[in-house]
């Protein structure tokens, strides 16, 4: 029997970004490693600040050595990582855990996406557990994050394991404690300790004595039902707010499971001794996200944000009606700011720019077109590859460029908030783009959750029809479950039909910096790319490290304040 490791890691204060403080995280990640311990994970470790500011580089040290204990020894067979604190999303669905340190030093927060990547395809550790208490809503703030898993080396070769998710709350929710309890700690802890530690019966289920080490366990997939009904339960019933988490089990039955329940074996650790009452703090997270108060004798009513892949699929409808039957590239804009051209307002007399490639940089101007929308005049229909284009939003005083490419035959569609673009469509012009489909997987891929059945939907459109976007939505989604063939299989039929190949699919498929010439645009149209092409192979660093500190927190690529050499080696593919 190999080791099963875990880090309980608790960041209650994070001076100078103007939060409030958690007092529940701290108790959380020392109840959460008490009851590693009571199920005899070794080694354990237990990082709190409320004794000196938590630091990434002690986290990750550890983190290290225990991948190379697995990919040296093959001793490890299961590593749980805990976090209660602070927490942002980026691009929507990509948590960054905020530790000490993250408002004044680069680098002091953790980036789960790229961990949880580098988890998944080269640590070597058959069972990765990820458990996040924290908030999943987006700031201004430019937070500088960096995995706690070692980067590949040179020759490492990709083999995928088994990684769970275990999250508080949905992309862009917030996640809530009762600081009114003396042993308070998060809403999603609290639910989740008491499936772990034994004490919910609709968690555990019974196990075939020959295989286990216990009579009963609770898996993934129980602990993900139980957690679904518990924690909005609970959050109503202790603070009258709505709180759903967001959990993605790929852990199976035999050998892994999330805790083996037995009174005699594995006893529960007893609860804490009460602490004296903390003054009230609802969540971790920012003042303004406050939650509202619900009347007293009235029903509890979740907040409106209770399904946001609806509202979500509405906007990206709606844009798609703007840019329907258009040539080139079409630009829905939401809000109501002002267009800018080179920093200038926009009016009647003047127009927004696109550069393209075609064959060399060039500049078209952009019209409007009276229908909230801009599109870009004299495309020549032949013209394939990447395009910027100055979008008339910014982000944090800074303006946005949006970095996509044109598919020939397609009216390239996207839709822009404050935060860059979050919705990209191709609209055949002979109409056979499934409008529907692609905004309800967009919706979907920019909140994570993915499910095998939508796998199937993205597949069997895309064998009728060739869809940039479902193309790319389906290869992240296939890589965020570990299936590593199919992404290659995807990468194949493409070729194989004599398709134009997002670059997005060539990357994932070979984790490498694509070369082929059928291969458009020359960089990650998806945010998240940007991620993956910093730990993969054949000069990818170089594109990824000139990028890295201009992306802004979009879905789709997004750029803030691009210099023009930046541009020009986007645009002309020469990093």
Request: aromatic content about 8%; proline content about 9%; overall charge negative.
């Amino acid at each position: 029997m190999g080791l099963h490791a875990a880090i309980a890691i608790g960041v209650g204060k994070v001076p100078h970004m103007e939060l409030d403080p958690v007092p529940g995280a701290c108790r959380g990640a020392r109840r959460f490693h008490a009851w590693a311990e009571s199920q005899k994970f070794h080694p354990t470790k237990l990082l709190v600040d409320d004794k000196k500011p938590v630091e990434r580089r002690e986290i990750e040290k550890w983190v290290r050595t225990i991948v190379d204990r697995s990919q040296n020894d093959r001793v490890v067979d299961e590593l749980f990582i805990y976090f209660a604190g602070h927490g942002i999303d980026k691009g929507i669905s990509d948590s960054v855990w905020l530790l000490s340190h993250a408002g004044t030093e680069r680098r002091e927060a953790i980036d789960v996406a790229e961990s949880f990547d580098l988890a998944l395809l080269y640590s070597l550790i058959p069972h990765v557990v990820f458990l996040g208490d924290t908030c999943r809503t987006r700031v201004e703030s430019d937070v500088s994050s960096e995995a706690i898993f070692p980067l590949p080396k040179k020759y490492d070769e990709m083999r995928t394991i088994r990684a769970d998710v275990f999250y508080a709350a949905y992309p862009g929710q917030a996640s809530h404690e009762n600081a009114d309890d003396p042993r308070c700690v998060g809403i999603h802890t609290h639910c989740l300790l008491q499936a772990l530690e034994g004490r919910a019966p609709d968690a555990i289920i019974d196990t075939p004595q020959s295989t286990a080490r216990a009579s009963q366990a609770v898996t993934a997939t129980t602990l993900e039902k139980y957690l679904e009904e518990a924690v909005p339960s609970y959050a109503l019933e202790t603070l009258r707010v709505y709180q759903r988490p967001y959990s993605i089990p790929h852990s199976i039955w035999r050998p892994h499971v999330m805790a083996w329940i037995d009174p005699n074996e594995y006893p529960p650790p007893s609860p804490e001794e009460p602490e004296p009452t903390n003054p009230p703090a609802d969540r971790p997270g920012s003042d303004h996200d406050e939650p509202p108060a619900v009347p007293s004798g009235e029903p509890p009513v979740p907040p409106g944000d209770k399904n946001p892949e609806l509202k979500e699929i509405e906007k990206n409808l709606l844009a798609a009606r703007w840019a329907n039957g258009a040539p080139g590239v079409a630009l829905s804009v939401s809000g109501d700011r002002s267009a800018m051209v080179n920093g200038a307002p926009y009016d009647r007399d003047r127009n927004l720019y696109a550069e393209l490639r075609s064959p060399r940089t060039s500049i078209n101007r952009l019209v409007h077109d009276g229908n909230s929308s801009w599109r870009l005049h004299g495309l020549r229909e032949s013209f394939q590859g990447p395009a910027l284009i100055h979008l008339d939003s910014l982000w944090g005083k800074r303006p946005l460029w949006s970095a996509i490419a044109i598919f020939q035959g397609f009216t390239t569609e996207i839709r822009v908030d404050n935060f860059g673009v979050q919705h990209l469509a191709y609209l055949d012009n002979r109409g056979t783009t499934d409008v529907e489909l692609v905004a309800r997987m967009t919706a979907r891929a920019r909140l994570g959750a993915f499910s095998p059945e939508d796998n199937a939907a993205m597949l069997r459109s895309l064998e009728t029809h060739f869809d940039p976007v479902l193309a790319i939505l389906l290869a992240y989604s296939l890589h965020r479950f570990g299936l590593m063939g199919e992404v290659r299989n995807l990468l194949h039929s493409l070729r194989e039909r004599r398709l134009p190949v997002p670059f997005d699919v060539a990357l994932l498929a070979d984790h490498a910096l694509p070369s082929e010439g059928d291969v458009v645009p020359g960089f990650p149209l998806v945010a998240r790319g940007w991620t993956v092409l910093g730990y993969s192979q054949g000069g990818a660093k170089a594109l990824a490290n000139m990028a890295a500190p201009h992306l802004a927190p979009a879905y789709w690529t997004t750029l803030f304040e691009p210099s023009r050499k930046l541009r020009e080696n986007l645009l002309l593919g020469d990093p």
